[in-house]
């Protein structure tokens, strides 16, 4: 894809109007830089199209131009897929609106410039829940939020992003646009073409707006930490919540100490969650439509994992404060790992009878590869997804270090995939991990997944760095 001519640039600016574009330098910047800084992108110009119609007529001139695009929402992505490199950024988050909220159908169709946040406050204000959650929710966006199929700690009772959407609009890459927002939970008519969009990464269209299943309010909630020797124990102490419950388990995290040690020794107005030490941590979120249930599961549970031996300490939460104080550790893990310096980073799905098994094999494999390096492994184990995170190990020069990254990399996948697991649990590829997939996918799904874009975007306008 060659850069955009002038005469495409002119044409997407009178398209846009005033206030709808930028190729200011200075004002692009913020945008060019993923979390991780691992990309500085460049873009000859920033699009920041207000509704769905302007959005269908700038990628109708791209179309016509072959104009590249990356289509972007909140910047809080981790594998590169929203970042420029010469294409047209096309950002959505001027998308604004909340255009219905109707809880007879449990349903609430937003725009996609609408934060996570503000999804879930918008359900909350009509009496309903949007229970999708995770710790970049104040920035990421709805269409950001679907176009990566993000999943977040509540996906062991919820589901991912891709079980909660009931519709989408979306513009394609000749400029039409699909209009796709229906508040059914049955429609077997075909192709669903609102699930190709979801996970796609902004390489089959551009989402603009969708609607969203909502869910009761909890009338109990009911949250701890515990501390345990092993991973192991993790795993049986998960499926003896699950048989507690009947369903109710909400949030299920798990933590090693070292990250839990890092978020005391970097992120301001954490505490130790418990008195002792352990190896191992779980934080457990119960939640139940009657009163007072899900505090009483909770205590059941507790303390027959106390008799069985399963456990060596437990914290209840006794008011938000706490229940705060506990999630800040777990969602703080990331950023406390910034610095340490950084690491090799990696967001892997196993089924959870084999979680455990994974963290002690991988754990091996990596200590093989790397001699002394630091791991901090936690994540939604809930729904088999960790984040296998690898730190350079003490006196160990940084920048070779972070050279053998990708070798590294493919220490802990090759792990992953003899587990019969996913190296993108619910990043997705982006630029980071889409030529490494072609070494765990079949070519049968590669080729799939070819054909598929080429008949929907044949000019392959769309995000073109990202997928096959």
Request: aromatic share 6%.
């Amino acid at each position: 894809m060659t850069s955009p001519s002038p005469e495409a640039l002119a044409a997407l600016k009178a398209a846009a109007g005033n206030g709808g574009w930028t190729d200011d330098p200075s004002d692009i910047a913020p945008w060019l830089t993923e979390w991780r800084n691992r990309w500085k992108g460049n873009t000859p110009l920033m699009l920041t199209p207000r509704s769905t119609e302007e959005v269908a007529r700038l990628v109708t001139i791209c179309a016509q131009h072959r104009v590249a695009i990356v289509p972007q929402g909140g910047d809080t992505g981790l594998v590169g897929g929203q970042i420029p490199f010469g294409e047209v950024l096309l950002s959505t988050r001027k998308l604004r609106a909340v255009r219905d909220v109707t809880p007879l159908d449990d349903a609430m169709t937003v725009e996609a410039g609408v934060t996570l946040l503000e999804a879930q406050q918008a359900a909350e204000a009509a009496g309903r829940r949007f229970p999708l959650s995770l710790a970049a929710e104040g920035t990421a966006t709805i269409g950001g939020v679907i176009s990566t199929n993000a999943g977040g700690t509540q996906v062991v009772r919820y589901g991912m992003m891709r079980d909660l959407v009931l519709g989408l609009e979306a513009v394609m890459p000749n400029g039409e646009i699909f209009h796709g927002l229906k508040r059914l939970r049955k429609d077997n008519t075909g192709y669903d073409l609102k699930q190709l969009l979801i996970g796609a990464e902004g390489t089959l269209g551009v989402v603009t707006a969708a609607t969203l299943k909502l869910f009761p309010i909890m009338r109990s909630r009911a949250t701890a930490v515990v501390g345990l020797e092993s991973a192991h124990a993790a795993i049986e102490l998960l499926a003896r919540a699950k048989a507690e419950t009947g369903g109710g388990v909400e949030a299920f995290e798990l933590m090693k100490r070292i990250g839990v040690e890092f978020a005391l020794k970097h992120i301001p107005d954490t505490r130790e969650p418990l008195d002792s030490t352990p190896p191992w941590y779980v934080l457990i979120e119960l939640a139940s439509g009657e009163p007072g249930a899900a505090e009483a599961a909770l205590e059941r549970l507790l303390g027959d994992a106390f008799e069985a031996g399963l456990i060596i300490d437990a914290a209840i939460a006794q008011n938000d404060a706490q229940r705060a104080a506990f999630w800040k550790v777990r969602e703080e893990q990331s950023a406390a790992q910034k610095p340490e310096g950084g690491g090799w980073k990696h967001d892997v799905s196993v089924p959870v009878s084999r979680i455990a098994d994974f963290l002690d094999e991988a754990s091996a494999a990596v200590e093989r590869f790397e001699p002394g390096a630091r791991i901090s492994a936690f994540g939604h184990v809930g729904d088999g997804n960790m984040h296998y995170d690898i730190l350079c190990p003490p006196g160990v020069e940084h920048a070779a270090f972070i050279g053998r990254w990708m070798k590294g990399s493919e220490v802990v996948h090759d792990v992953v995939a003899r587990y019969n697991g996913s190296i993108s649990a619910e990043h997705g590829l982006g630029r980071l991990k889409t030529e490494e997939a072609r070494r765990y996918k079949s070519p049968l799904e590669v080729a799939t997944m070819q054909a598929v874009r080429a008949a929907i975007d044949p000019l392959r306008i769309m995000n073109p760095a990202v997928l096959f």
